[in-house]
């Protein structure tokens, strides 16, 4: 055989390899995005089995819980977030008081206003709710979002960390105070709710302590 047809001939196997890898490259993404695709379903179906027990147990919570989740979408994307991280936004706002359904009855029946100590209890339980979450892989992201919306922008004052600043996930930085304005707006034991321009107020007033600037800026723009 000759040197030139030993080149063609090395020259069709090289292609014939590429080919094939192609082939087999191509059959793992359609693998990978069936799993993938099965993951979000099976992802789906466990939040909605948890929204079902929220509105078995407590529905206002559960309305509760959607509003603050439309609120804190529309910030998100108003924030130019992308649509995985406002995905994941949204999950957590969705779940971000799940855990204060196994908070004792004394607490969740209350007819007034919670005391300092029965508002930490509760904060406790919606922290161990999300760290149960937690164990769930496909929750890993909205859990940090979870357990961090209780957290000061100053620092001070905040639950569990103690985090501040942009330690702060920014999700949990949106769902914070998209969770304070429906609280402000909406008729709840012991407290009467107040106008959405009252609201707004106050949230602003607490910029820089409790709350990221940037993010009340651009929740005041989309509510």
Not at 50 to 56: A, C, H, Y
Request: aromatic share 6%; net charge negative.
């Amino acid at each position: 055989m000759s040197i030139i047809e030993t080149n063609v001939n090395q020259d069709v196997s090289v292609e014939g390899n590429q080919a094939q890898l192609l082939v087999e490259i191509e059959a793992f993404n359609q693998n990978i995005d069936s799993l993938l695709q099965q993951l979000e379903h099976c992802r789906n179906t466990f939040t909605q089995s948890l929204l079902n027990r929220m509105e078995r147990v407590d529905p206002g919570r559960a309305a509760h819980c959607r509003r603050v989740r439309r609120y804190a979408v529309i910030t998100a994307h108003e924030l130019g977030l992308d649509e995985t991280q406002q995905q994941t936004i949204e999950l957590a706002s969705l779940l971000h008081d799940f855990g204060a359904l196994d908070a004792p009855s004394s607490i969740l029946q209350r007819q007034d206003a919670l005391t300092a100590e029965e508002r930490q209890v509760l904060r406790s339980y919606v922290y161990e709710g999300a760290k149960t979450l937690g164990k769930v892989h496909a929750f890993d992201q909205v859990v940090a979002l979870i357990c961090s919306h209780y957290e000061w922008f100053s620092g001070e004052g905040g639950f569990p960390g103690h985090l501040h600043g942009n330690n702060i996930p920014l999700g949990a930085r949106i769902i914070a105070i998209a969770n304070a304005y429906d609280a402000l707006i909406t008729r709840r034991p012991g407290y009467k709710p107040i106008s959405s321009q009252d609201a707004l107020m106050e949230i602003s007033a607490r910029t820089g302590t409790q709350y990221d600037p940037d993010v009340v800026e651009a929740f005041v723009r989309v509510v």
